[in-house]
């Protein structure tokens, strides 16, 4: 069997329950359903980081965001009780990135196509082995909006009013067109949506509109007015859940990337290539529930992007290779976006450990139906304060047990998330033992990995509310 294709697709800010074959009823997204049916669908897949930055680059290098050094969305800063902690603002341009491995070691035709965010210049998508870039520059979401004029760097604007994912894929789509069929394709397509601004056709707009309507859903809200932020920046604002799917936008939104991910999957058909190439889909990070207009809600899981607990950080996966991959497959094994570089390259038969650290595990043996990754646990570390409302903290998940440690206060949390998956009940008084055990591990791995903590603000001054405090968003 020739070396496989290998596709790529990353959404950004989806959260775990915004398909229809991840529970949500109001999002309509069929051709993802169908492409579930005919693959791997994972129920218990993690980012490597509650926001984006920090996932792609753990995607691109196999290693944990605190290895790396890019703990925080690139471009983010905040402080409030705890300072900021440095991070690298770009992939560090001594990363061997999956795109660099498969090209030289594999032969692959590479290509990136839509959101970068880590880095310009020396560390953009051609300086870290694609062959194309289109699109790929250090936004972190589209600054003019999702319609042409797009006024991006790396990409042309088309005609006046188009719309930013339609022009993605149909980018991505000429490249499979146009491929040399005498080597294998690495596509690396990273969608800008569904991340903020939250714009559609105004089409799908007045669509969801009505279906809200006659669900009796009100489809701007309503929000759930929460505590205050503990950022300095945003510390006169509330933080605002959203409790039920119903953003009429933002539906819109997660409809057009369906039927657009429709017309990459037609296309391999189309080319003959489908039969050969690996496929996995899956999010940077939860969906946004708790701020900036909280356009989705990830129940049951608790909160959202930014946040440490499973709404921040679970997402959805699926996979998809025919003769490899077992058609309505499902799996509960634990999985993080730092396995994805050792899968593609033991996928496409090249080392999953090359010459140099991987913190990920090879996922081929689960993809062709065995075990999965013989592992302790699954690390989180983001020392940051998030602009969706969580404070800095580092998480550990081994077997069905989850441990959160928040920085400020040194508070522990500990969930069974086979019986608790909202994490609503705190159980580290109840099992100190095992809560114990799991901070100690935790603290081991932060220590190997030269983990940075985040030291106390000596100019930080509790927040004190007023009368005059707009809980919106503004």
Known sequence: MNAPNLLMILIDDLGWADLG?????FYETPNLDRFAQQGLRFTDAYAAAPVCSPTRAALLSGKHPARVGVTQYIGGHAVGQLQDVPYFHQLPANERSLATALREDGGYQTWHVGKWHLGEGQTSPENHGFDVNVG??????????YFSPYRCPTLDDGPAGEYLTDRITDEAIKLLEQRDTDRPFFLNLWHYAVHTPIQAPQKLIDKYVEKAKQLGL?????????????CDHKKHLRIERRTVQSHAAYAAMIENLDTNLGRVFAALDRLGVADNTLVVFTSDNGGLATAEGSPTCNAPMAEGKGWMREGGNRVCQLARWPGVIAPGSETSVPVVTTDLYPTFLDAAGLPAQPLQHIDGHSLLPLLQGQNGPDRDAIYWHYPHYSNQGDTPAGAVRAGRYKLIEHFEDGRLELFDLANDISEARNLADEEPDRAAALHR????????????????NPNWKPYTPTVNDDPAEV
């Open 21 to 25: 074959c991840y529970g949500s009823s």
């Open 136 to 145: 790929g520059c250090g936004w972190g979401a589209p600054k003019h909006g």
């Open 218 to 230: 009100d489809p701007e809200g309503p929000l759930q007015i929460g505590d205050h932020f503990a």
């Open 441 to 456: 591990q935790l603290i081991g791995w932060r220590n190997e990995i030269d983990a940075l903590i985040p030291k106390t």
